[in-house]
């Protein structure tokens, strides 16, 4: 076992100056590979390296900056199979979800890369021309996470890039290979420190937001993290996107199709094996249908095929890593202990790797943990409910506010019961689709800012208004 990969600091392959660490396949419990750590001093060299290029960079013509975003798009594709191992082997998803999150790496990027960047026209008078103009910020700072590693990347990296900023990246070291070679290819693209990355568990993320030449940070991760960076941030005033945690509630409406939902519902909650932000993640059913609904979709959980996901056939893997398996356990074996009912799955399977089956929560209400705490894993609980206002105020009693769903045939009365959740994303039959021209973010304590989108793309920029006088 080596060290597979280098970090980059201004457009060099570099070793890191620390012990490099394993990196765990969560599908077998055993170390895959090491991956080099940084050392702070070399936090300090990426950020310089970006900040001098900014000096250049930000004044590369729209043109050239797209024109690079596509270019990055076809050497997603043509590292397409490298990538998708490298997230299955770390991340532990099925190879089949894995090539999708590199196409859609590629997609994302291509969308961005053709993104435009206003000129908004405040007054057009005798008296002014006032123009509002957005420029870069300069050093952005992306902190990603172990559950999408590829796909955030690109979603925090490809804005900054496309606004004119510079970048220094920071993956999750659970899962720091993607992110690696991503950045690797990029800089077959972009001039020298245009993107550096990091890696390094402990310290070298908080050295990044605690940096004075870092001008933003995008994180995507833990609330009690983001709330970490936000304290960091106030030092130099820095700009800030923060994804955060989710407890996603959706409510089926009395009189749903069941056949044509309880597939949906099972694939938006348990999408990535439930490790998704913005997943379907409590489920409020009305009495009528309560009890066919859980049947159908434990039906569906025991029809998954668990197991590793390089492996044919398998639609199910590993959760990703032990402590994540350890929060998922120990919600359903408090859950239990209330006098919840276990319809398929509910135990750690035996054996290596972190593999915990897709389960569905019976009987259990607000108030049990399951229901009240992200569970970020591949258990679901279902909520009798019997009156509308009822199930309102259940999903809406949550510190969360990152997504919601409504479910049923009358779409006016599913409309008129999603305008009440209080989440930044209400969907009406459907759950956790992100596209990359609808603005994505977190209410309450689920996040600030959003991603996606020219609202998202602005959010890489500063504005300026040009004011010019006629008088
Ligand atoms: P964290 O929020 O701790 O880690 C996410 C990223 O932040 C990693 O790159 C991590 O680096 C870095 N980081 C950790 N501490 C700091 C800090 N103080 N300042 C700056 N960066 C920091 O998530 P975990 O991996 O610990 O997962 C914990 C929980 O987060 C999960 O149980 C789940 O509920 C939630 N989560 C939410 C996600 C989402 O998409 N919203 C994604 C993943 C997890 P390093 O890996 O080196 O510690």
């Known amino acids: ?160 890039l496309r606004t004119g900023n510079t970048v220094v990246s920071k993956p999750s070291s659970f899962t720091p290979f993607s992110t690696l070679k991503l950045v690797e290819l990029i800089n077959e693209v972009v001039p020298a420190g245009v993107i550096n990355i990091v890696t390094g568990e402990g310290g070298i993320g908080r050295a990044m937001t605690q940096h004075a030449d870092i001008r933003k940070i995008v994180f995507t991760g833990s609330t009690p993290t983001g709330q970490d960076i936000m304290r960091n941030a106030a030092d130099n ?62 039906k569906i959980a025991t029809e998954q095929v668990v197991g590793n996901g390089l492996e044919v056939d398998v639609t199910f893997g590993p959760v990703q890593n032990k402590a994540q398996l350890a929060i998922v356990a120990e919600l359903v074996s408090d859950a239990k202990q209330q006098g919840a009912r276990v319809l398929s799955g509910g135990d750690v399977q035996s054996g290596n790797g972190y593999f915990y089956p897709p389960t569905i929560v019976a009987d259990v209400s607000n108030g049990v943990r399951l229901v009240d705490e992200e569970q970020f894993g591949p258990a679901l609980p279902v909520v009798r409910y019997s009156d509308i206002d009822e199930a309102v105020a259940m999903a809406n009693d949550n510190v969360n506010g990152l997504g919601a769903s409504v479910w049923g045939e009358d779409v006016e009365q599913a409309r008129s019961v999603a305008v009440r959740l209080e989440s930044g994303t209400a969907w009406i039959n459907n759950h956790s689709e992100v596209l990359p021209h609808c603005p994505f973010g977190g209410s309450k304590m689920s996040g600030i800012g959003v991603e996606f989108g020219e609202e998202g793309l602005l959010e890489y920029t500063q504005s300026q208004l040009l004011n010019i006088s006629r008088g």
């Open 237 to 298: 005033l820095k700009r800030l996107t923060l994804e955060l945690g989710g407890n996603d509630a959706g409510i089926v409406l009395p009189g749903a199709d069941l056949d044509r939902i309880a597939p949906a519902l099972f694939q938006t909650a348990f999408i990535n094996m439930g490790q998704t932000c913005a997943a379907l993640k409590r489920l409020y059913v009305h009495e009528s249908q309560y009890e066919d609904l859980c049947q159908r979709l434990a």
């Open 1 to 160: 076992m080596q060290t597979v990969s280098t970090l980059y600091i201004n457009g060099q392959a570099v070793a890191g100056d620390r012990d490099a660490f394993p990196v765990i396949n969560p599908a077998t419990g055993d170390a895959f590979a090491h991956c080099p750590a940084a050392s702070p001093e070399q936090v300090d060299d990426a950020v310089a390296a970006a900040g001098a290029a900014f000096k250049t960079f930000q004044y590369t013509p729209n043109a050239e900056l797209k024109a690079m975003l596509h270019r990055i798009a076809d050497l997603i594709d043509a590292h397409a199979d490298e990538l998708a191992q490298l997230v299955t082997l770390e991340q532990g998803k099925p190879l089949a979800l894995a090539q999708m999150e590199v196409g859609a790496a590629a997609g994302w990027t291509r969308y961005t890369a053709d993104l435009e960047i206003p000129v908004k026209v405040i007054e057009d008078s005798e008296t002014r021309l006032a123009e509002l103009h957005y420029k870069p910020l300069g050093v952005v700072g992306s902190i990603t996470p172990w559950n999408w590693p590829l796909m955030i990347a690109v979603w925090h990296i490809m804005p900054a």
